[in-house]
């Protein structure tokens, strides 16, 4: 098997074991406090688009778009499960769009000045690279959290 293909095979049991939890994923309260503490390093003021990558369920970009209802959130991950898990929960708020999207091979044709990603490097083979893709899709002087 290829490099390549080997990946493949990761990206796809990473999606898949996801898929699989995302209806159980938020019974781990654990992720709700780092989401609120999340929330508390934005500066409001200098927040205006907003993208989350590896959403999850949406506990990061549904507080944040709580706390900071004028600015337009974009939010990804790579299991449909858990965007359709976080689309239900913010049902209410209309200052978030969801996608589903490969993190590694991010492309979403526009820029951020905050980019928020919890607990998602230590799953991909290639964080650095990652890394750097969502540099990418920063705006001067924007900020990765």
């Known amino acids: 098997m290829s490099n390549k293909n080997g990946l493949k095979e990761i990206v796809k049991d990473v999606q898949s074991t996801f898929d699989d939890v995302a209806l159980r994923y938020d019974t781990i309260k654990f992720f709700k406090i780092s989401a609120a503490h999340i929330v508390s390093i934005i500066n409001p003021i200098q927040a205006h ?21 004028n600015v337009q959130f974009d939010a990804i991950d790579i299991s ?9 929960k913010s ?11 490969d993190i590694e091979k991010l492309n979403m044709n526009k820029k951020y000045n905050i980019i928020t990603c919890s607990y ?3 799953f991909l083979p290639n964080p650095i690279d990652t890394l750097k893709i969502l540099y990418t899709h920063l705006e001067k002087n924007g900020k990765i959290i």
């Open 49 to 69: 688009k907003i993208l989350d990558v590896a959403t999850g369920t949406g506990n990061v970009v549904i507080e944040c778009a709580k706390a900071l209802p």
């Open 80 to 88: 449909k499960g858990m965007i359709e898990v976080a689309k239900q």
């Open 91 to 101: 049902e209410s708020l209309s200052n978030i769009s969801f996608f589903i999207q």
């Open 120 to 122: 998602a490097l230590f």
